[in-house]
C-alpha cells in the first residue's frame, strides 16, 4: 500500500527504528543540512537545549524578515585554524543561565542531526565553549521520545 503523502513520514524515528535507541554518555553526530561529519557531543540530560562551540556567528535578516545565523564552527580542537562556515534559521533569542548560574542572552538556531539509525530536527544554542574538551552539548529536548541513555557506556552507536 502506497503511503499517503500528505502524512508525516517517520523514517528514521524511534518510530520507525522501533524503539527508542540507546545511546552512550558521549556519541557522534552528524548534521544532515551542514557539512559536518561526525562530530563529539557530550550527552547532558540536566540541560534543556543542546548547546554548539561557536569561532564567531553574525546575525542577519532577510528582505522577508526573517533572521538567519552566518555561523563559524572550529570544531576541531587539534586545528583551530581549520574553520567552516554554515548558515541557519534563528527561531528565537534565549537567556540561558551557564553552569556557573551566569545569564546570558543566545540565539537559537535550527537544523536537523543524525545520531545513529535516527534524523531529528533540534534546535541549539550557539555558545562560546573554548578549551572544553566536547564542542556540543545534546539536551534533552533534542533527545526527548528517541532515546534513552546509558551513563555506564559511551560510544554505543560506533559501527
Known amino acids: 500500500m502506497a503511503r499517503d503523502s500528505s502524512e508525516p513520514s ?19 553526530v ?19 537545549t543542546s548547546a554548539l562551540d561557536t569561532a564567531g556567528y553574525e546575525l542577519m535578516e532577510n528582505g522577508a524578515g526573517q533572521r538567519t545565523a552566518r555561523v563559524r564552527l572550529a570544531l576541531n580542537p587539534k586545528k583551530p585554524r581549520r574553520v567552516i562556515e554554515v548558515e541557519a534559521p534563528v527561531t528565537r533569542m534565549a537567556l540561558v543561565r551557564s553552569s556557573a548560574g551566569v545569564p546570558e542572552q543566545r540565539p537559537v538556531i535550527a537544523t536537523t542531526i543524525r545520531l545513529g539509525p535516527i534524523e531529528k530536527r533540534i534546535e541549539i544554542t550557539l555558545a562560546r565553549r573554548t578549551g572544553m574538551r566536547v ?7 533534542a533527545l526527548s521520545g528517541d532515546f534513552l541513555v546509558d551513563v555506564g557506556h559511551k560510544y554505543l552507536l560506533r559501527s
Do not use: H, N
Request: charged share 30%; aromatic share 8%; net charge positive.
Open 30 to 48: 552528524s548534521f544532515v543540512d551542514w557539512p559536518v561529519r561526525r562530530i563529539r557531543v557530550k550527552i547532558d540530560t540536566g540541560a534543556f
Open 135 to 141: 564542542r556540543m552539548l545534546l539536551g534533552r529536548q
Open 10 to 28: 517517520t523514517a528514521g524515528t524511534a518510530d520507525a527504528v522501533g524503539r527508542p535507541v540507546t545511546i552512550g554518555r558521549r556519541e557522534f
